[in-house]
Protein backbone atom coordinates (compact mmCIF):
# COMPACT_ATOMS: atom_id res chain seq x y z
CA UNK A 1 0.00 0.00 0.00
CA UNK A 2 1.78 2.83 -1.23
CA UNK A 3 -0.03 5.69 0.64
CA UNK A 4 -1.24 8.98 -0.08
CA UNK A 5 0.98 10.05 -2.95
CA UNK A 6 1.87 13.53 -3.39
CA UNK A 7 3.26 15.35 -5.97
CA UNK A 8 5.58 17.49 -6.99
CA UNK A 9 7.91 17.58 -3.48
CA UNK A 10 8.95 20.93 -4.08
CA UNK A 11 7.16 23.21 -6.52
CA UNK A 12 9.10 26.82 -7.04
CA UNK A 13 7.05 29.15 -9.62
CA UNK A 14 7.29 33.36 -10.59
CA UNK A 15 4.19 35.37 -9.05
CA UNK A 16 1.49 35.13 -11.53
CA UNK A 17 2.38 31.73 -13.12
CA UNK A 18 -0.01 29.02 -12.68
CA UNK A 19 0.71 26.00 -9.47
CA UNK A 20 -1.22 22.13 -10.29
CA UNK A 21 -0.71 19.94 -7.10
CA UNK A 22 -1.47 16.35 -7.58
CA UNK A 23 -2.78 14.09 -4.99
CA UNK A 24 -3.72 10.23 -5.29
CA UNK A 25 -5.24 8.63 -1.86
CA UNK A 26 -4.76 5.36 -0.74
CA UNK A 27 -5.82 2.55 -2.49
CA UNK A 28 -9.78 2.30 -1.31
CA UNK A 29 -9.64 5.95 0.10
CA UNK A 30 -12.38 7.96 -1.69
CA UNK A 31 -12.54 11.05 0.55
CA UNK A 32 -9.61 13.63 -0.20
CA UNK A 33 -8.80 16.53 1.81
CA UNK A 34 -6.45 19.67 1.32
CA UNK A 35 -4.86 21.12 3.92
CA UNK A 36 -2.17 24.33 3.76
CA UNK A 37 0.47 25.04 6.70
CA UNK A 38 2.48 28.61 6.81
CA UNK A 39 5.33 28.04 8.66
CA UNK A 40 4.80 28.69 12.50
CA UNK A 41 1.01 28.10 11.96
CA UNK A 42 -1.40 25.13 12.43
CA UNK A 43 -2.78 23.20 9.00
CA UNK A 44 -5.68 25.49 7.66
CA UNK A 45 -8.53 23.31 6.11
CA UNK A 46 -8.76 24.07 2.27
CA UNK A 47 -11.50 22.01 0.64
CA UNK A 48 -13.01 18.34 0.87
CA UNK A 49 -13.70 16.25 -2.10
CA UNK A 50 -15.06 12.99 -3.31
CA UNK A 51 -15.34 11.85 -6.52
CA UNK A 52 -16.09 14.29 -8.97
CA UNK A 53 -17.87 16.45 -6.31
CA UNK A 54 -16.64 19.07 -4.02
CA UNK A 55 -18.62 18.64 -0.21
CA UNK A 56 -16.88 21.57 1.22
CA UNK A 57 -15.10 24.03 0.14
CA UNK A 58 -15.40 26.84 2.60
CA UNK A 59 -11.60 27.49 3.48
CA UNK A 60 -10.79 27.65 0.21
CA UNK A 61 -9.80 31.35 -1.60
CA UNK A 62 -12.88 32.01 -4.06
CA UNK A 63 -10.17 33.72 -6.65
CA UNK A 64 -7.41 31.96 -8.16
CA UNK A 65 -8.44 28.51 -6.21
CA UNK A 66 -10.04 25.63 -7.64
CA UNK A 67 -10.02 22.14 -6.79
CA UNK A 68 -11.13 18.60 -8.62
CA UNK A 69 -11.09 15.16 -7.83
CA UNK A 70 -12.18 13.45 -11.26
CA UNK A 71 -13.79 9.32 -11.73
CA UNK A 72 -9.85 9.17 -13.18
CA UNK A 73 -7.27 10.30 -11.83
CA UNK A 74 -5.48 12.05 -9.09
CA UNK A 75 -6.99 15.32 -7.08
CA UNK A 76 -5.26 18.64 -8.34
CA UNK A 77 -5.46 21.84 -6.22
CA UNK A 78 -4.82 24.46 -8.90
CA UNK A 79 -3.70 28.29 -8.04
CA UNK A 80 -3.51 30.28 -10.52
CA UNK A 81 -1.59 33.56 -10.87
CA UNK A 82 0.26 32.63 -7.95
CA UNK A 83 1.33 35.52 -5.38
CA UNK A 84 4.25 35.05 -3.09
CA UNK A 85 1.27 34.99 0.14
CA UNK A 86 0.61 31.49 -1.91
CA UNK A 87 4.17 29.83 -0.92
CA UNK A 88 3.27 27.40 1.92
CA UNK A 89 3.04 23.39 1.82
CA UNK A 90 0.28 22.03 1.06
CA UNK A 91 -0.94 18.54 2.31
CA UNK A 92 -3.76 16.29 0.73
CA UNK A 93 -4.89 13.45 3.37
CA UNK A 94 -7.45 11.04 2.34
CA UNK A 95 -9.81 8.52 4.38
CA UNK A 96 -11.92 5.40 3.55
CA UNK A 97 -15.40 5.46 2.26
CA UNK A 98 -18.00 5.82 4.98
CA UNK A 99 -15.14 7.74 7.37
CA UNK A 100 -14.10 11.39 7.43
CA UNK A 101 -11.64 11.02 10.40
CA UNK A 102 -8.72 9.71 10.87
CA UNK A 103 -6.80 10.95 7.62
CA UNK A 104 -3.68 9.31 6.41
CA UNK A 105 -1.18 12.50 5.43
CA UNK A 106 0.81 12.66 2.10
CA UNK A 107 4.34 13.87 2.38
CA UNK A 108 3.32 17.52 1.08
CA UNK A 109 4.09 19.78 -1.67
CA UNK A 110 6.19 22.46 -0.74
CA UNK A 111 5.33 25.78 -2.85
CA UNK A 112 7.74 28.55 -3.42
CA UNK A 113 6.48 31.58 -5.33
CA UNK A 114 9.44 33.97 -6.19
CA UNK B 1 -16.31 27.82 15.43
CA UNK B 2 -14.37 25.09 16.48
CA UNK B 3 -11.40 26.04 18.50
CA UNK B 4 -8.17 24.01 19.42
CA UNK B 5 -5.39 25.68 21.62
CA UNK B 6 -2.14 23.69 22.54
CA UNK B 7 0.02 24.07 24.95
CA UNK B 8 3.56 24.63 25.34
CA UNK B 9 4.41 25.72 21.85
CA UNK B 10 7.68 24.11 22.36
CA UNK B 11 9.31 21.77 24.98
CA UNK B 12 12.56 20.72 25.12
CA UNK B 13 13.19 17.14 27.73
CA UNK B 14 15.72 15.66 28.60
CA UNK B 15 16.23 11.74 27.27
CA UNK B 16 14.02 10.28 30.19
CA UNK B 17 12.68 13.12 31.49
CA UNK B 18 8.62 12.24 31.28
CA UNK B 19 5.71 15.25 30.53
CA UNK B 20 3.20 16.13 29.41
CA UNK B 21 1.55 18.57 26.27
CA UNK B 22 -1.81 19.76 26.65
CA UNK B 23 -4.46 20.60 24.20
CA UNK B 24 -7.72 22.32 24.90
CA UNK B 25 -10.72 23.03 22.76
CA UNK B 26 -13.86 24.27 22.02
CA UNK B 27 -16.36 22.46 20.20
CA UNK B 28 -20.31 21.73 19.57
CA UNK B 29 -20.56 18.42 20.59
CA UNK B 30 -16.98 16.11 19.95
CA UNK B 31 -17.40 13.52 17.51
CA UNK B 32 -13.27 12.74 18.19
CA UNK B 33 -10.50 14.33 19.10
CA UNK B 34 -7.33 13.41 17.09
CA UNK B 35 -3.59 13.46 17.92
CA UNK B 36 -0.65 13.56 14.88
CA UNK B 37 3.02 13.63 14.91
CA UNK B 38 4.65 15.91 12.19
CA UNK B 39 8.35 14.89 11.32
CA UNK B 40 10.27 18.31 9.76
CA UNK B 41 9.37 18.24 6.04
CA UNK B 42 6.73 15.30 6.22
CA UNK B 43 2.84 14.85 6.45
CA UNK B 44 1.50 14.35 10.06
CA UNK B 45 1.11 10.79 11.08
CA UNK B 46 -1.79 9.87 12.84
CA UNK B 47 -1.59 8.59 16.62
CA UNK B 48 -4.51 8.58 18.09
CA UNK B 49 -8.35 9.27 18.09
CA UNK B 50 -10.32 9.80 21.78
CA UNK B 51 -14.28 9.69 21.49
CA UNK B 52 -15.30 10.11 25.14
CA UNK B 53 -14.36 12.13 28.43
CA UNK B 54 -12.47 9.31 30.49
CA UNK B 55 -11.13 7.46 27.24
CA UNK B 56 -7.59 6.46 27.00
CA UNK B 57 -5.20 5.92 24.71
CA UNK B 58 -1.48 4.25 24.61
CA UNK B 59 1.19 3.23 22.00
CA UNK B 60 4.89 2.90 23.31
CA UNK B 61 5.88 5.93 25.53
CA UNK B 62 3.01 7.67 24.25
CA UNK B 63 -0.39 7.79 26.53
CA UNK B 64 -3.54 10.19 25.64
CA UNK B 65 -6.51 11.06 27.20
CA UNK B 66 -9.28 12.81 27.31
CA UNK B 67 -11.50 15.59 29.32
CA UNK B 68 -14.46 17.61 28.15
CA UNK B 69 -12.35 20.75 27.96
CA UNK B 70 -8.71 19.18 27.38
CA UNK B 71 -6.87 16.62 25.85
CA UNK B 72 -3.07 15.47 27.12
CA UNK B 73 -0.67 13.43 25.31
CA UNK B 74 1.59 11.55 28.06
CA UNK B 75 5.02 11.33 27.23
CA UNK B 76 7.13 8.90 29.77
CA UNK B 77 10.85 8.42 29.59
CA UNK B 78 10.92 9.84 26.08
CA UNK B 79 13.92 9.37 24.08
CA UNK B 80 15.23 11.72 21.27
CA UNK B 81 13.66 9.95 18.38
CA UNK B 82 9.90 11.05 19.87
CA UNK B 83 11.55 14.35 18.92
CA UNK B 84 8.90 16.05 16.54
CA UNK B 85 5.72 18.53 16.81
CA UNK B 86 2.46 16.92 18.02
CA UNK B 87 -0.49 17.81 16.51
CA UNK B 88 -4.22 18.15 18.08
CA UNK B 89 -7.06 17.91 15.95
CA UNK B 90 -11.12 18.04 16.50
CA UNK B 91 -14.09 17.06 14.85
CA UNK B 92 -17.85 17.90 16.02
CA UNK B 93 -20.57 16.11 15.12
CA UNK B 94 -22.39 17.02 12.10
CA UNK B 95 -25.57 19.01 12.63
CA UNK B 96 -28.79 19.60 10.52
CA UNK B 97 -28.24 21.42 7.05
CA UNK B 98 -24.57 20.81 7.13
CA UNK B 99 -24.30 17.87 4.98
CA UNK B 100 -23.77 14.77 7.30
CA UNK B 101 -19.78 16.36 7.63
CA UNK B 102 -18.03 18.87 9.71
CA UNK B 103 -14.45 19.31 8.89
CA UNK B 104 -11.05 18.77 10.83
CA UNK B 105 -9.40 21.17 12.85
CA UNK B 106 -6.28 21.66 13.64
CA UNK B 107 -4.09 23.47 16.75
CA UNK B 108 -0.49 24.40 15.68
CA UNK B 109 1.22 22.37 17.51
CA UNK B 110 4.02 21.20 20.09
CA UNK B 111 7.33 20.91 19.22
CA UNK B 112 9.18 18.51 21.52
CA UNK B 113 12.87 18.15 21.35
CA UNK B 114 14.47 15.47 23.78
CA UNK B 115 18.13 15.80 24.34
CA UNK B 116 20.53 12.97 25.13
Known amino acids: NAGVMQNPRHLVRRRGQEARLRCSPM?????VYWYRQLPEEGLKFMVY????????ESGMPKERFSAEFPKEGPSILRIQQVVRGDSAAYFC????????????FGSGTRLTVV | EDQVTQSPEALRLQEGESSSLNCSYT??????LFWYRQDPGKGPEFLFT???AGEEKEKERLKATLTKKESFLHITAPKPEDSATYLC?????????????????FGTGTKLQVIP
Open chain 2, 50 to 52: LYS
Open chain 2, 89 to 105: AVQAYPFLGSGGYQKVT
Open chain 2, 27 to 32: VSGLRG
Open chain 1, 49 to 56: LQKENIID
Open chain 1, 27 to 31: KGHSH
Open chain 1, 93 to 104: ASSPPGRDYGYT
